[in-house]
């Protein structure tokens, strides 16, 4: 099964709050969601590898560290995805991103894809899948086996809020992904939507309402 890691800091959790309440304006939500993307990274990456590198400083050369590899992958899941890759490339600005267009069939929930885009040696990278919201896991289930099928083998899932049902839809289907998310809800209705969740991530960052 998939390691799961909430993201317990107060600073997103007190913002997860502000962005649950149905008051909260779409810029404020925006500010919000871009600001806990940033903050989930720096968990995210926290085991990141290292190099050691020779440099000079103004007084003296030294040997220092350096994040080793390639340059990472932020996938986000259009379109809610795209607000938590803007925080994460503000820590991260020289990652690679990689979209992945899906939409949720409403009488199904399956996922279906229209569009994907990616780096053409994503294969050889790691890569981070960012969507806020695991609902059903059905759209991330379909997010990872694309990228799979790209040929990646380094995968981690990042997400603002959880559902239960998604943790474990999505640990069965790819066991080797682990996820990180800031909570996880009790249910789902039958929409598909998170409960209490915080409304619908895509519609509350670009206020589509
Ligand atoms: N997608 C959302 O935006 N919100 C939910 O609660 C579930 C899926």
């Given at each position: ?56 400083t ?14 990472l ?62 609902a ?34 999505l ?39």
């Amino acid at each position: 099964m998939s390691t799961v890691t909430i993201v317990s800091h107060p600073l997103v959790q007190h913002k997860l709050t502000r962005m649950r309440d149905r008051t909260t304006s779409t810029k404020t939500f925006r500010a919000l969601m871009r600001e806990t993307a940033t903050l989930i990274c720096y968990e995210v990456t926290r085991d990141l590898p290292l190099d050691e590198v020779q440099i000079e400083t103004p007084v003296a050369p030294t040997t220092a560290r350096e994040i080793a590899g390639k340059k990472l992958v932020f996938a986000p899941i259009l379109r809610a995805g795209l607000g938590m890759a803007e925080g994460m490339l503000d820590l991260v600005p020289s990652a690679r991103v990689a979209h992945v267009g899906l939409y949720r069939d409403p009488e199904s929930l399956e996922a279906v894809e229209y569009y994907f885009k990616a780096p053409q040696d994503i294969a050889g990278r790691q890569v981070i899948v960012v969507d806020p919201m695991l609902a059903t896991g059905h759209s991330a289930i379909a997010a990872i086996s694309r990228l799979k099928a790209a040929g990646v083998t380094d995968l981690r899932f990042v997400c603002l809020l959880s559902a239960q049902t998604g943790i474990d839809n999505l640990s069965a289907a790819h066991p080797d992904v682990p996820i990180w998310t800031a909570a996880i809800d009790p249910e789902l209705n039958d929409h598909g939507y998170i409960v209490p969740g915080l409304g619908d991530a895509g519609d509350r960052t670009f206020g589509t309402r």
